[in-house]
């Protein structure tokens, strides 16, 4: 049984498009985190959310509490954005992780 | 420090020895996570510490493995009589309060058992 499921597995995008990856997750939470690994790279957080919508430049993320759900989007995708996103979970005492989705953005 | 550095790097070490995995947090912060991922696998939860407290060590994956953070600060994940299982990168990161702030992560260090 896996407490985070993420969709998709893999994505390949055109520069310029519009993405949204998608995290539901079944356990009670305190927070939901965006994170970002860019292949053979470290990781970085790109959003922590416990309620509504977050935007940072081109990426914005939600989170629908009662429905268990959360989704990441990027906005005019480029080259650069492609890497892992990993949707993690806490639930106060406990992280529990998505297996990631591959995005590659074709120039 | 700027960020928070995790040493070695890289670790090879031969099955059945002990290996030690230290990370130093950005100062200030009081939450410090482990976490492992293995090759091809997700990320793995191992263990929190709120100041040098670890309150719940149900994570780590076998009583081979344990975590002590000293001073409010570095913190030591020792792997006691490696398995080839143990293979995996591990990752540490701080966050300012447990459970409440951004969390940053650590490069992390690279272990291989032979």
């Known amino acids: 049984k896996n407490e985070v499921e993420q969709s998709p597995q893999n994505l390949t995008a055109q520069e310029g498009e519009f993405i949204t990856i998608n995290c539901s997750y079944s356990?009670?939470?305190?927070?939901l985190h965006w994170l970002q690994q860019h292949p053979g790279g470290g990781i970085v957080s790109l959003f922590m959310?416990?309620?509504g919508k977050k935007k940072h430049g081109r990426l914005i993320a939600t989170i629908n509490i009662q429905e268990k759900h959360s989704s990441l989007h990027i906005t005019a995708s480029h080259p650069r954005d492609s890497a892992v996103y990993i949707c993690a979970v806490d639930t106060g005492n406990q992280f529990y992780f998505g297996t990631g989705t591959s995005l590659t953005v074709i120039p | 420090g700027a960020g928070v550095s995790q040493s070695p790097s890289n670790k090879v070490t031969e099955k059945g020895k002990d290996v030690e995995l230290r990370c130093d947090p950005i100062?200030?912060?009081?939450?410090l996570y482990w976490y492992r991922q293995s090759l091809g696998q997700g990320l793995e939860f191992l263990i929190y510490?709120?100041?040098?407290?670890?309150?719940?060590k149900s994570g780590l994956p076998s009583d081979r493995f344990s975590a002590e953070r000293t001073g409010g600060s570095v913190s030591t994940l020792t792997i006691q009589r490696t398995q080839q299982e143990d293979s995996a990168v591990y990752l540490c990161?701080?966050?300012?309060?447990?459970?409440?702030?951004?969390?940053?992560f650590g490069e992390g260090s690279r272990l291989t058992v032979l």
């Open positions: 959310l416990s309620s």
């Open positions: 510490f709120q100041g040098n407290s670890a309150p719940d």
């Open positions: 356990v009670g939470i305190s927070a």
């Open positions: 990161a701080s966050s300012l309060l447990a459970w409440t702030g951004e969390l940053f």
């Open positions: 100062s200030g912060h009081t939450a």
